[in-house]
Nanobody
Framework: QVRLVESGGGLVQPGGSLRLSCATS????????MGWYRQAPGKQREWVAS??????TNYADSVKGRFTISRDNANTVYLQMNSLKPEDTAVYYC??????WGQGTQVTVSS
């Protein structure tokens, strides 16, 4: 059974940093593109960053220059978040191949 588990969320002050991890397990036979999404209370879930099987990255304008997505092994992904802002507060979700999702991890940036 395929499973994605995010970790690394928590409470941080504005300007601080967090590193999210997404561990994948189960019957995964291919390398997939990976992505991070987030959903703030009362708001639409939005795409944050993605990384292709070849390592190419893309970022939403709202996080460009502050967040870095990376992978160290097939289907293992991280999100380094620097210079955090209150508007970054959300539940962050890991995605694999557009079809698999983690349970989410809460990131709260205090004002």
């Amino acid at each position: 059974q395929v499973r994605l588990v995010e970790s690394g969320g928590g409470l941080v002050q504005p300007g601080g940093s967090l590193r999210l991890s997404c561990a994948t397990s189960g019957r995964i036979f291919s390398i997939y593109a990976m992505g991070w999404y987030r959903q703030a209370p009362g708001k639409q879930r939005e795409w944050v960053a993605s990384i292709t099987t070849g390592g190419s990255t893309n970022y939403a304008d709202s996080v460009k220059g502050r967040f870095t997505i990376s992978r160290d092994n097939a289907n293992t992904v991280y999100l380094q978040m620097n210079s955090l802002k209150p508007e970054d507060t959300a539940v962050y979700y890991c995605n694999m191949g557009t079809v698999y999702w983690g349970q989410g991890t809460q990131v709260t940036v205090s004002s």
